[in-house]
């Protein structure tokens, strides 16, 4: 069974793709790195709240979202 961090990182790639960004596109949305998101959806970033925020509002979603 995939940890925490890779499930979040699996609903991160999912959401992203539905939204039709690259990883550079939310990186530059989110103020985040490329390496950074890439490092998330592979489940290798235990990442902040505020970032899972920045993320959130880059997707236009609630944080929420990227939990369920």
């Not at 999912?14 to 039709?20: F, I, P, T």
């Not at 890439?38 to 979603?61: F, Q």
């Amino acid at each position: 069974m995939p940890d925490i961090q890779t499930k979040f990182g699996n609903r991160l790639r999912e959401l992203r793709k539905q939204k039709s960004l690259s990883q550079e596109d939310l990186a530059f949305k989110s103020g985040l790195h490329r390496t950074y998101i890439s490092d998330i959806e592979r489940g290798s970033r235990n990442l902040s709240i505020k970032n899972i925020e920045k993320i959130a509002k880059a997707l236009g979603l609630q944080p929420k979202a990227l939990f369920d």
